[in-house]
């Protein structure tokens, strides 16, 4: 299993950016996806899932109605496009799938290297 995000930098607040995340090693279209983020100092903490077929979204209530996640199985990729940034939202953003590679052992969470975003005037 690979994830690579893209797409972090240096915006402004108000600003908006769109991150991707190439998937590779496993069936991407048979598994949600999710969208993490850490700031510094603090935990790693849930932002968006999008189910397999991507007809299903949920946010934390700190994201909704500005982030908008979606993907492209076609392209094993799924994305996350930032809105009305704000200064919160500072943090290293990371996509994670949650599945088990080999038949027969329990599932793993897996992410990728995560891509930094920085909200700042």
């Known amino acids: 299993v690979h994830l690579v995000e893209s797409g972090g930098g240096l915006v402004q607040p108000g600003g908006s950016l769109r991150l991707s995340c190439a998937a590779s090693?496993?069936?991407?279209?048979?598994?949600?996806m999710r969208w993490y983020r850490q700031a510094p100092g603090k935990e790693r903490e849930f932002i968006a899932v999008?189910?397999?077929?991507?007809?299903?979204?949920n946010y934390v209530d700190s994201v909704k109605g500005r982030f908008t996640i979606s993907r492209d199985n076609a392209k094993n990729t799924v994305y996350l496009q930032m809105n009305s940034l704000k200064l919160e939202d500072t943090a290293v953003y990371y996509c994670?799938?949650?599945?088990?590679?080999?038949?027969?052992?329990?599932?793993?969470?897996?992410w990728g290297q995560g891509t930094q975003v920085i909200v700042s005037s």
């Open positions: 994670n799938v949650h599945l088990s590679i080999l038949i027969g052992t329990p599932p793993r969470d897996y």
């Open positions: 090693g496993f069936t991407f279209s048979s598994y949600p």
């Open positions: 999008i189910t397999s077929a991507g007809g299903s979204t």
